[in-house]
């Protein structure tokens, strides 16, 4: 699936792209802005302190911050808690991004229980795309 998004061939609302990483939302959030955070190129795990050089991994962090960042002052969540699985998806390192916001608990699980509509991601994305 990654490999797809990346290449452009399933569509995705990318909020942050460059010539390493790339940042999409996730289309079942628990909350909205849940972002999941890829690395263009295949790895040979998903465990990114295996898979990733330190330069890779700085980079990797680095982008991400700018994305949570990105996140919180375009949504208002007062931070992003990040997750790094790394046992699921075999082909690119990726870690996810859940924004947490006043008020709401966060809740462990990853998903939420409804897809989110393809205007209400598009109306995310483009609000992080703005200040990111």
Known sequence: MFCGIV?????????????????????????????????????????????????????FHLFARKVALAIDRALGSYRCIQVMEGFDIKDHAHLKLFPVYEGKMYDCSYEGDEKMSEEELKSVAEKIRKVV
Do not use: C, W
Request: a neutral charge.
């Open 7 to 59: 290449a452009g061939k399933i569509p995705a609302q990318k909020i942050a792209e460059n010539e390493e990483f790339v940042a999409f939302l996730g289309i079942f959030p628990r909350f909205p802005g849940m972002t999941v955070v890829v690395t263009k190129r295949h790895t040979q795990d998903s465990y990114v302190y295996r898979s990733l050089s330190e330069d890779e991994l700085a980079k």
